[in-house]
């Protein structure tokens, strides 16, 4: 605990002004060991956030009221981009233009400010007015009840599945375990299986140029800031995995590229945001996917109680629960 | 007799070479501005292609660059990479703190190295690129300034020492 207290500072802190930088130090050990967002945005409070919860910082770190907090000003945000980019702006366009830079750690870096639009689409974000630093953090373990019923005892074969639940509910660190479980091998599945992850937001394995920052299993093989339909192809072409994981399915190219995998024999085990099978469904692809039984697992996840709450997993074909938390409950 | 002869000798030999030292102050003037554009073509060249990170850059420009700039570039670089929060420009001005008086250079010149310190790493490639390429214009015009000094004051200031260590030795006679 006290190690890791210590690896966020050393990893935050390198990118913040001396004068910010300062004001984490002060934080105690309980408030940083669950903060979550520190949010930087011009000319108001510098602010940390928790699940549940948000304090003002300043001076001697956590203060009681808004006036009494630290103004983040125009040369501390310019400062904190120069910091996050290694000096490099200029090295960073295309993350600049997805609206987000990855650090060291996994940690990522949210951009506000002015868009400037081209052909229709964000070429870059320029005059920065607000940077939101979310803290990386790995929960390992949280697939592994899930995994048994993601299994076909007879063959050892896993199944297609569906991650759904609503924003922060926990999607893209039960992707994260799933693959380093699957990859790295557990009692279940015998020996490790290779696994390859297409990242379109660098999410799930928080990929610092490149190289994974968080753990995501010994035969596993990224895809950084890939768009999913073209890295799915790509995978399936060159680096034969057994296992596709991906997440956030939208575009129609993505369920095209889902259903290429599945019919080469390929596992793919993907998310979706939504809170209820209904909710999903008005959504035209994933109503095809799920129409045709692509998906032979449903994981419903929510943030009832915390991110990550298990609410249930559902068969895909005849839609048969095979786990509810209500049930267990009762 | 002899010693007479020898003291001249050495006082006509000293003179010279405090005229040659001010006479190469000039050379080595012309020779750091060459190099600091060398630099800025190196810089220019790593983003263009390779889009390498800043501090990449400049170890790539010290490795390349010998003399006093290199060492400049290798100051900056190190300076980054305490990564105690200073900018780019800190550590350049820094650096050039450092380098001073190593660099032999004259006070508009340094001026115009301090300039630079704002330039590094700000803005998308586009900027980077037109920022330097206003940074070598105003390098190549100083450059030209001083390559005009130095044919100017190069060979005088190796005769004025010459011709000063004479006058002492016939005033001393």
Redesign the interface.
Known sequence: MFNRYHNVIKEIG?F???RI?SMVEKLPFELLEQAEEIRLRHSRPLMLHWNDGEAYLGKSGVVGKAKDAHFVSGEDLE?TL??I???????F?EE?RQGYITLPGGHRVGLAGRAVVEKGKVK?FSNISGLNIRIARQIKGTAERVLPFLVDRATGRLFHTLIISPPQGGKTTMLRDLARLISDGVGILGQGQKVGIVDERSEIAGSFRGVPQLEVGIRTDVLDACPKAEGIMLMLRSLSPRVIVTDELGREADADAVIEAIHCGVTIITSVHGSSLEEICNRPVIATLLQNSYFERLIFLSNAQGAGTLEAIVEGERGLPLFSSQSKGE | MIAKLLGAILIVFTAYCYGCSISAVYKNRVKRLEELLLSLEIFKAE?NYG?????EVFRSIAGRVRGPIGVLFARTEKY?KL??????GDCWRKSLQDSEGELELDKDQLALLKKMGPV??????N??LKQVALMQELIRQTLQEAREERVKNEKMWRYLGLLGGCTIVILLL
């Open positions: 390198l913040l002004p001396p930088r400062k120069e910091l980019s290694n000096h490099s702006l200029y090295a366009e600049l870059i | 983003i889009l390498s990170l800043l501090p980054m990564q105690d929060g200073f900018s780019a590094w790493g700000k803005g998308d490639k900027d980077q």
